[in-house]
């Protein structure tokens, strides 16, 4: 495999993609509108080093977890190892300073250091979670998987959060803000809970290496009846969330918007949960990976319907 290739899967280039678009949707599809926000250079510009900062610290992490999960990587993904077989450790380790450094000097690019200084400091302490991810955290009962969730929903918040000083966050809303703050609250959680949901398939499709090196994952210390009934209950909840979002939203007419959650969303919910419980097999647990994939696209692409209908 070509250097460039090997180096692209190692960082996950995907959801990489998928990281920019959701902040590039959350900035110019909600709060531009809903902010009622014209046009300013600058402000974009500090938007894109946003986006590449987020990109670059999560590649960063991506990396690192890799390094160290070569001997479980070696037992669940033999055929997709990159790091100790298409890269060095030493090379993995360079990049995932580098990226890092790069990702936080993004972020002193990006932060209004009036106002936002704080920012900068969340970033830094992102790029140490993902550190202590991959060391320890994601070997301990529930707490890796709910951390992956927080960084997760990060990645929407931190463009809201970039966009108004504190003062202006708790000084009464407009209409307009509340509207903004709603919804981005709405994508915050959903981000959360299809990512919790997400890490608990993930444990489950990586139970046998997990368990050689030690991690007490949900299916091993619990076992696979309880992991799997945390899981449904979780996308119980998700699904639930949906349809009182999607009986919301009808009052309005947003009959395309309602029939792209019923068919993009709640369908593959309700699919995913059907083939959830009979599921063994590590192929079985990985094409219920990919469903979730798919809801979290989905999910992230429908900030566009706000957009044009509000």
């Known amino acids: 495999m070509p250097p460039i290739l090997a180096f692209l899967r190692l960082i996950r280039w995907p959801n990489l993609v998928f990281i920019a678009i959701t902040q590039w949707l959350v900035y110019f599809c909600l709060y531009r509108p809903l902010a009622e926000s014209q046009s300013d250079g600058i402000n974009d510009l500090r938007i894109f080093w946003w986006i590449l900062a987020s990109v670059l610290i999560a ?55 009036e106002s936002h200084a704080y920012l900068f400091f969340a970033n830094i302490a992102c790029v140490i979670a993902l550190w202590l991810y991959s060391t320890h955290l994601k070997k301990t009962l529930l707490v890796g998987n709910i951390l992956i969730a927080l960084l997760t929903s990060w990645t929407v918040w931190v463009i809201f959060l970039s966009q108004f000083s504190w003062a202006e966050l708790f000084e009464a809303p407009n209409a307009s803000r509340q509207k903004l703050i709603r919804i981005v609250l709405l994508y915050t959680v959903f981000s959360f809970v299809i990512t919790l949901i997400r890490e608990a398939v993930k444990d489950m499709e990586d139970r046998i290496g997990d368990a050689r090196a030690g991690c007490r994952t949900l299916p091993i210390v619990w076992g696979f009846p309880a992991a799997k009934i ?20 009808l009052p309005f007419g947003w009959w395309l918007a309602s029939l792209y959650a019923l068919s993009a969303l709640i369908a593959p919910l309700v699919i995913f949960l059907s083939r959830l419980i009979p599921a063994q097999k590590q192929e079985e647990f990985a094409d219920l990976s990919k469903i979730l994939k798919w809801v979290m696209l989905a999910g992230i692409l429908s900030i566009l319907f706000f957009y044009f209908l509000l």
């Open 230 to 249: 945390y899981t449904a209950v979780w996308t119980v909840v998700l699904i639930g969330m949906l349809l009182i979002v999607h009986a919301y939203v």
């Open 59 to 113: 590649a960063a992490g991506y990396v690192i977890n890799d390094y160290f999960d070569i001997n479980i990587d070696e037992v669940n993904r033999p055929q997709r190892q990159v790091v100790d077989k298409l890269i060095s450790r030493r090379w993995a380790m360079f990049w995932h300073l580098s990226m890092s450094l790069a990702g936080l000097g993004c972020t002193a690019l990006a932060v209004r250091w």
